[in-house]
């Protein structure tokens, strides 16, 4: 099965291995800097799961699922999640 497209559903914008976000201490996070889409939202530093994300381009936020975008004929996010949890 291939792997999604990650971008902002909003502007397009793609992040690269270098990109980094913040488990913002400001909204009960840890203060963590890690690249978000490595672990799914999920904090490396404390397990906090970012149900949002913010776009390091357009400065908007996007439900962190939308940021996935799968080739066509293929499941997608919560649906594929759901296939492969089953017995």
């Not at 902002?8 to 201490?25: A, D, E, K, Q």
């Amino acid at each position: 099965m291939s792997e999604p497209e990650i971008y902002c559903p909003l502007c397009t914008w793609r992040p690269v291995g270098s990109s980094r976000w913040l488990c913002s201490p400001r909204m009960g996070g840890c203060g963590t800097q890690w690249n978000t889409f490595w672990t799914g939202g999920i904090c490396p530093g404390c397990s906090y799961r970012w149900e949002i994300t913010v776009c390091l381009a357009c400065k908007q936020f996007s439900l962190h699922e939308d940021w996935y975008h799968w080739p066509e004929g293929q499941a997608k996010g919560r649906e594929r999640r759901l296939e492969t949890e089953q017995p």
